[in-house]
């Protein structure tokens, strides 16, 4: 099974930016998605971004406009950028390959890394 490693997690501003990787240790494709999920203290695991095989993307309103999903191929791994990052973006972030039905409905296909921690303060 791929093993996914995130990192690019760290303490930043509010305002600040940072970008998160997801590297795999296998093709991370294969006609599945690749999301990034974030969890905040004292709160369920929600998925903010998701990319396609295809490229297509998709954000929770949370952080649309805020922050990009991409993706190099070549190297098997997914970025997240995130700007104007606010105090509400703290949390763990994973990424996942999953089946995209929808932000709210998905199946996760992969394990769960360590994940990142990113906080975010005032």
């Known amino acids: 099974q791929v093993q996914l490693v995130e990192s690019g997690g760290g303490l930043v501003q509010a305002g600040g930016s940072l970008r998160l990787s997801c590297a795999a240790s296998g093709s991370i494709f294969n006609g599945y998605s690749m999301g990034w999920f974030r969890q905040a203290p004292g709160k369920q695991r929600e998925l903010v971004a998701r990319i396609s095989s295809g490229a297509t993307t998709n954000y929770a309103d949370s952080v649309k406009g805020r922050f990009t999903i991409s993706r190099d191929g070549a190297k098997n791994t997914v970025y997240l950028q995130m700007t104007s990052l606010k105090p509400e973006d703290t949390g763990v972030y994973y990424c996942?390959?999953?089946?995209?039905?929808?932000?709210?409905?998905?199946?996760?296909?992969?394990?769960w890394g360590q994940g990142t921690q990113v906080t975010v303060s005032l």
């Open positions: 996942n390959t999953l089946t995209y039905y929808s932000l709210r409905y998905y199946d996760i296909r992969g394990s």
